[in-house]
């Protein structure tokens, strides 16, 4: 399972995020239960189809408040899929929830098919995803889901990196006619978004959010880290570290996968002199073969380094123990920044 928040960092890595002031908050999974079950109650149109992951999900005060709006469907993703697309087709406006790692598999045909090429507006909700399930190893760790994803069209792709970009995501997805696929860990977030005279020179702008636009959380003109999900904050520890060896590094919260921020990605070509990516998902097929694929195209030549999980079975251990294994941690990613602009 996931460890603690306090394991997740090192005692290092804790002081710098107190030097620059941010802020512990919920898992991103709790945030999106609250903010939906408040979206619920004042909308009876809004249903929950989950196959018996209400508890994982954390929607047991959803079903116990609205039972009503909440489908339970027992272990049957790729029912639940179905089941959502024919409510959806109905008017109903449908969030299935279950572990990313079973839904992006076993019901990706159903996906595919039945919500994109059929063109209903369900919001596919992955939960526990990346290796959120820690040491439950590679049957449980949903490292392929942005991958496969990708290559289906008609279908946005959105992994916040904090509780604010979660709560605006859920909100934004509500108003939306097209497929959406939104992904939750289970670690509790650090808020990322600056409040007035937060300590730390050079916080970029990340008060706002638009599904399509990446969230400039620092800036900086030697390295960019872009980031997804719950990587963001170790790249903002790492962009902190980094300014004692008089390096300035730009942070990105690449929120949405699909579709890239173009605009953010090459103009982080043109501001630095390298890019790390940074995902909690395989190397391949993610985010960073994304950013390298719009940067060759675009015949922008920069250093480049893609950090995620390597194309072998992951390492048994908790989700702090494998971001540490795979270089995902303020002193890894500070490693991989210094080797790479030499």
């Known amino acids: 399972m996931s460890a603690p928040a306090s394991f997740m960092y090192s005692p290092a890595a804790l002081e710098v995020a107190t030097q620059i002031d941010l802020k512990i908050g919920r898992p991103n999974l709790e945030e999106f239960a609250d903010t939906l079950l408040a979206m619920a109650q004042a909308d009876r149109n ?14 047991g005060p959803f079903g116990q408040k609205l039972p009503d709006q909440l489908v339970e469907l027992g272990i049957a993703e790729q029912n639940l899929i179905g089941i959502a697309a024919g409510l959806a087709s109905a008017g109903k406006d449908v969030y299935a929830v279950s572990p990313a790692c079973f839904l992006t ?3 990706l045909e159903q996906i595919k098919n039945d919500v994109c090429y059929s063109d209903q507006p369900v919001k596919v909700i992955g939960i526990s995803a990346g290796v959120s399930y820690g040491a439950l190893g590679t049957t449980h760790h949903s490292l392929h889901d942005l991958a496969a994803l990708r290559a289906i069209n008609n279908i946005d792709i959105i992994v916040p990196a904090d509780n604010f970009e979660t709560r605006e995501a859920i ?10 696929y939104i992904r939750f860990g289970k670690s509790a977030m650090y808020d990322l978004t600056p409040s007035p005279g937060t300590p730390g020179e050079g916080r970029g ?7 399509g636009k990446a969230r400039i959380i620092r800036d900086g003109s030697d390295l960019a880290f872009i980031a997804t999900g719950e990587t963001v904050i170790h790249a903002l520890l790492a962009s902190e570290f980094l300014k004692s060896k008089a390096l300035s590094c730009r942070v990105i919260s690449m929120h949405t996968i699909k579709p890239l921020d173009r605009a ?3 103009q982080a070509a043109h501001l630095c002199r390298g890019i790390i990516t940074v995902e909690e998902h395989l190397v391949h097929g993610g985010l960073g073969e994304a950013c390298a694929s719009l940067l060759m195209e675009a015949a922008e030549h ?15 251990g908790s989700q702090a123990d ?8 303020m002193e890894g990613l500070s490693q991989t ?3 790479l602009l030499g």
Not at 171 to 180: L, M, N, Q, S, V
Not at 304 to 313: A, L, S
């Open 46 to 59: 809004i249903l929950v189809v989950t196959s018996d992951s209400r508890g994982s999900g954390k929607l």
């Open 105 to 107: 598999a076993r019901a």
């Open 322 to 329: 494998i971001f540490r294994h795979y270089g995902i941690s």
């Open 302 to 316: 920069v250093p480049f380094k893609i950090v995620g999980m390597p194309d072998e079975y992951t390492v048994t």
């Open 205 to 211: 702008e990340g008060s706002s959010f638009e599904i």
């Open 171 to 180: 909100k934004i997805a509500a108003t939306r006619t097209k497929p959406i």
């Open 337 to 339: 920044a210094l080797k």
């Open 264 to 266: 953010a990605v090459l």
